[in-house]
Nanobody
Framework: QVQLVESGGGLVQAGGSLRLSCAAS????????MGWYRQAPGKQRELVAR???????NYADSVKGRFTISRDIAKNTVYLQMNSLKPEDTADYYC??????????WGKGTLVTVSS
């Protein structure tokens, strides 16, 4: 069984910063990617950023230059540093772990609220 535990969400003013963490535990093998998705009220879940097993990264256009994803391989942990936050970044943020054979795991989500 795989578990993802997220932390770091909260309330911040526009222009502020937050750092999200996601620690994966359990039987983990052949990681393809780890990343963050978000879902705002009334909207579909969307990719924010992900880091592929080889170290390359992908970002949504809306967060490029403001958010940085990183990882600690030994700890099976991924981080999302979010700077220059905007009210439109307000959403539930979900950690995703994508393994070989199409296995996908999700965290329960952490709420990020950016006030104007």
């Amino acid at each position: 069984q795989v578990q993802l535990v997220e932390s770091g969400g909260g309330l911040v003013q526009a222009g502020g910063s937050l750092r999200l963490s996601c620690a994966a535990s359990g039987t983990i093998f052949s990681i393809i990617a780890m990343g963050w998705y978000r879902q705002a009220p009334g909207k579909q879940r969307e990719l924010v950023a992900r880091i592929i097993s080889g170290g390359s990264t992908n970002y949504a256009d809306s967060v490029k230059g403001r958010f940085t994803i990183s990882r600690d391989i030994a700890k099976n942990t991924v981080y999302l540093q979010m700077n220059s936050l905007k009210p439109e970044d307000t959403a539930d943020y979900y950690c995703n772990l994508h393994l070989q054979y199409g296995l996908d795991y999700w965290g329960k989500g952490t709420l990020v609220t950016v006030s104007s």
